[in-house]
């Protein structure tokens, strides 16, 4: 099942564009702030991520460049209100597959997540033998996402422990 990561500040996006892509079979989460979808991405690579450009403190474009940082094969597309060739040539420069303008027409958004989704595949190169034998035991995957969405709460909380360990229900010392 392919999947989706919606990254919108505003939770009617995510429900109307889960909604609306899951019906389509599309696995889809959303995140509501950079830091949020970059959490997310970490634990779980998605087949295309499409972003919203317009959001504090990190914008779309940020966004961008740090999961293209993280994973050159990311397949995004970016949402904006207020397009223009500066920013689509802005956008392309960084590595975004495309860049589509709010309000959403819904053909046009399906028939460019089902394009983004036919790049993914063509960009996500294949595990030979040795690479599958060396991924991570379940148990190694899982503390390193408990350890990532410490971190993030932590941040959160602007490195207050305590306050990240009574979110958190443990110890962090």
Excluded at 42 to 58: G, K
Excluded at 73 to 102: C, H, P, R, W
Excluded at 103 to 108: A, K
Aim: hydrophobic share 45%.
């Amino acid at each position: 099942m392919p999947s989706l990561l919606i990254v919108d500040d505003l939770p009617a996006i995510h429900e109307m564009l889960t909604g609306l892509m899951g019906a389509t079979g599309y696995l889809c989460a959303g995140a509501s702030s950079g830091e949020e979808a970059l959490m997310r991405y970490r634990q779980s690579r998605f087949d295309v991520v499409l972003i919203d450009y317009a959001m504090e403190p990190m914008d779309g474009l940020e966004l961008a460049r740090r999961l293209i940082e993280a994973d050159p094969n990311v397949i995004i597309i970016l949402m904006s209100g207020f397009t223009s060739e500066e920013l689509t040539q802005d956008a392309i420069g960084a590595g975004i597959y495309l860049v589509i303008e709010k309000p959403i027409q819904v053909d046009s958004l399906m028939v460019a997540v089902e394009r983004a989704y036919e790049e993914s595949k063509v960009r996500r190169p294949r595990l030979r033998e040795s690479e599958i034998e060396n991924l991570p035991t379940l148990a190694e995957h899982l503390q390193l996402a408990e350890e990532n969405y410490a971190g993030f709460v932590l941040d959160l909380c602007n490195g207050d422990k305590a306050k990240a360990s009574k979110i958190l229900g443990v110890d962090l010392g």
